[in-house]
Each structure stands twice: as structure tokens, then as C-alpha cells.
């Protein structure tokens, strides 16, 4: 365990430094988002999917691995709803959608190598479609699914794919300046994800909670499901078990905040889920190693 714990622990020690940075100098943080968003994640995107090597079989297992850890937990919340005759629409977003970018990148850096990123990239993808195709659906009134189509990781994600596909050789002096920004996005996501959780405060604890059981124990049968349906090993079985235990993504926070739906109650379910992972990530990692 304490060897597990070694792999799990600078990532939530940055994450910290990143709250108590925001709590004490109140500073601005939409601009780090942008440049997280915009152009750190898309190089560390392209530049892993370019040098991947996974097989076109395997990328689509993953995916559909991916979308099954997204909506189960969806829909044994909205059967749970439908039955106790509960309506909250925002919900549904942090118990669907996982934090896929900053917490497993450099957990699985720190667990299995950068061997694991392509698998995890493909999570990112799919949770990235997700909330801005069948999330945004669910909570907006107008298409706010088009965002989808803002969003510049998409076209890294694409490019890079056929590229890698197409095996299209690019000089690797092209490539460098992609490295030397992708090197820079795990501490910056880590960063910018302490000092959006600052911003949160907790202000209902019950149905935050009943959230966060349906994320988790939700992500876990999924897992069970996908690893024995698909019958995957080694790396990918690995990957899957620790992004289906991910806490809620502040994402989500952020789109039920824009749609006026359930946005306390969304936020308080962030903060929450990602407290509980501090304990389950490591139970987890040390279930899979």
C-alpha cells in the first residue's frame, strides 16, 4: 500500500498547492483554464496519439468501454430518480462524467508509464463527447452540444489519429515544441484543478453524496462489465479499473453552472467525489498492481 500511495500522492499534494495557491492570492484562473484547454491538452493529445501504437480493434474496445462507464451509472441514477419521483437534471452530469484529464494522467504516468496514455486519452475523448453531446442535451434548452465543435482537442485528437493511422511521417524538430507544451500539461491541469475546486463550496451534503455512490459504485460494475465482456488484460484492464473510480469532473460543475441546472448541487458533488477518490484511487490501484 505504501508503495501504491507513492503514485497517487504528488498528484493530490499539487492539487492542494493549487487551492491553497487560489484561497490566499484570489487570482484569476479562466486564463490558465484556456491555455490548459486550448493549448496545453490539445499538444499533449496530439503528441501521444501520433506515437502510439495501439491496434484500430483495441482503440474501439476502449471506446466502448469508455461510453459504458459513462452511462451506467446515468442510468441506474435515472431509474433511482424515476422511482423516488426526484427530478434533478444536473445531476446526471457529475455522476456520468469522470474527471478524465487531471488526475489519471499522472497517476497512470507515475503507475504504468507513458504506455498508458493513449489508453486513457481514448476515455478523455469519449467523456469529452459526452458532456458536450448527451450532457449538454440533457441539462440545455438550445444546442449546446455545438461547443463541441469549439473545442480544439477535438481536432488534435482527429488529426493526430489519422496521422498515426495513415503512419504519415512528420520530422521529429516538428514535433518538439509539441513536447515541450505537453510536458507542461500534468502540472498545470493538476494546478488548475485545485484551484477550481477552491471556488466550491459544499452546501448540501445529501443528495451530493447519493451523486457520488452512483459515480463510483456505478463506474465499478461498468468495469466488471467491460473487463469480462471484452475479455481485456494487461494495461487496458488496468486503465479501465482506475477511470471507472475517477471523481466527478469540474466540467460538469462548470455546464450545470451555464444552464442553470442543479449548479450547487453539481458543485458540491465535485468537491465531495473528489475527497472520497483521495481513499478509493489508492484502494483501487492497489486492487489492479
Known amino acids: 500500500m505504501l508503495s501504491v500511495t507513492r503514485h ?3 498528484a493530490f499534494i499539487v492539487i492542494g498547492l493549487g487551492y491553497l495557491f487560489h484561497r490566499i492570492f484570489k487570482n484569476e484562473i479562466d486564463s490558465l483554464v484556456s491555455v490548459s484547454m486550448s493549448l496545453l491538452i490539445p499538444s499533449f493529445a496530439f503528441v501521444h496519439l501520433y506515437r502510439m501504437e495501439l491496434e484500430a480493434v483495441e482503440l474501439n474496445t476502449l471506446f466502448l468501454s469508455a461510453w459504458i462507464i459513462l452511462l451506467l451509472p446515468g442510468v441506474l441514477a435515472w431509474l433511482y430518480f424515476q422511482r423516488s419521483g426526484m427530478s434533478h ?27 498508458a496514455f493513449p489508453y486513457a486519452l481514448v476515455f478523455y475523448l469519449a467523456s469529452l463527447l459526452g458532456i458536450f453531446t448527451l450532457g449538454s ?3 440545455a434548452e438550445k444546442k449546446g452540444y455545438l461547443q463541441l465543435f469549439k473545442e480544439p482537442v477535438i481536432y488534435a485528437i482527429a488529426i493526430a489519429l489519422w496521422m498515426n493511422l495513415a ?8 514535433i518538439h515544441p509539441l513536447s515541450l507544451l505537453e510536458s507542461a500539461t500534468i502540472p ?12 466550491v463550496k459544499i452546501r448540501q451534503w445529501k443528495l451530493p453524496m447519493l451523486a457520488v455512490m452512483f459515480r463510483l459504485g456505478g463506474g465499478i460494475i461498468a468495469a466488471f462489465i467491460c473487463i469480462s465482456l471484452f475479455q481485456l488484460e494487461g494495461l487496458a484492464q488496468k486503465v479501465v479499473w482506475l477511470e471507472a473510480v475517477m471523481p466527478s469532473a469540474v466540467i460538469s460543475a462548470l455546464v450545470a453552472e451555464k444552464y442553470q441546472a442543479d449548479p450547487e448541487l453539481v458543485a458540491s458533488t465535485v468537491a465531495l467525489s473528489t475527497c472520497v477518490s483521495i481513499v478509493i484511487i489508492p484502494l483501487v490501484l492497489f486492487y489492479i498492481t
Open 188 to 199: 498545470m491541469v493538476l494546478l488548475v484543478l485545485g484551484m477550481q475546486l477552491s471556488r
Open 89 to 115: 437534471r444536473g445531476l446526471y452530469l457529475p455522476i456520468m462524467f469522470m474527471n478524465s484529464v487531471n488526475l489519471p494522467f499522472p497517476i497512470l504516468l507515475s503507475a504504468f508509464g507513458e504506455d
Open 167 to 174: 503512419e504519415v511521417t512528420v520530422h521529429e524538430e516538428l
Open 8 to 10: 497517487v500522492t504528488p
Open 137 to 139: 442535451l440533457i441539462v
